[in-house]
T-cell receptor, first 110, second 111 residues
């Protein structure tokens, strides 16, 4: 199956700092999504981004499909950004099944 | 808009007891439906997926089964729970090459 690697596994930030999370994947994909898992476990959709760049407020993401990686940028971090960030990919011809990375645990301190 | 409901939200069950978790979706027709499990820690693992009524594919051999009796209803079941079935169960809906959405999840503890 497709391999999805996220880095770093853990990240501690001071409020106001910027950060970059990375997702590498091992095969061609139909779909790549970034999620934020809140303390209650809900997976919040951040970006659907199989290629290109998107921005939503303080968050932005870039996927370079030809080089098989995606980056999630958090700018001016806030304590509410804390949680686990997941990258998930849908391999071509896989009926929409998502393969998740192990996640990046982000803690933003006041 | 698309909405996913899951119940119950939390469940504590003894080893050997049966299980039934329900997922229903609104705002779409004929979606692909998925069951994922998140064990202690982080990783999410796909358990089952369905592309239509009565069509179920299993991703990993296990103590669980799934059914799709209606277009927008997906059920996860077990005849006899094991301790290792504890975890956070998430239902999702989507289509091939489209954004996938997740329900609020059911937290299952097997004692």
């Amino acid at each position: 199956g497709i391999q999805v690697e996220q880095s770093p596994p853990d990240l501690i930030l001071q409020e106001g700092a910027n950060s970059t999370l990375r997702c590498n994947f091992s095969d061609s994909v139909n779909n790549l999504q970034w999620f934020h898992q809140n303390p209650w476990g809900q997976l919040i959709n951040l970006f659907y981004i199989p290629s290109g760049t998107k921005q939503n407020g303080r968050l932005s993401a870039t996927t370079v499909a030809t080089e098989r990686y995606s980056l999630l940028y958090i700018s001016s971090s806030q304590t509410t950004d804390s949680g686990v960030y997941f990258c998930a990919v849908e391999r071509v011809d896989s009926w929409g099944k998502l393969q998740f990375g192990a996640g990046t645990q982000v803690v933003v301190t006041p | 808009s698309q909405t996913i409901h899951q119940w119950p939200a939390t469940l504590v069950q003894p080893v050997g007891s049966p299980l039934s978790l329900e997922c229903t979706v609104e705002g779409t027709s004929n979606p692909n439906l998925y069951w994922y499990r998140q064990a202690a820690g982080r990783g999410l693992q796909l358990l089952f997926y369905s592309v239509g009524i009565g069509q179920i594919s299993s991703e990993v051999p296990q103590n669980l089964s799934a059914s799709r009796p209606q277009d927008r209803q997906f059920i996860l079941s077990s005849k006899k729970l094991l301790l290792s079935d504890s975890g956070f169960y998430l239902c999702a809906m989507g289509r091939v090459a489209y954004e996938q959405y997740f329900g609020p999840g059911t937290r299952l503890t097997v004692t």
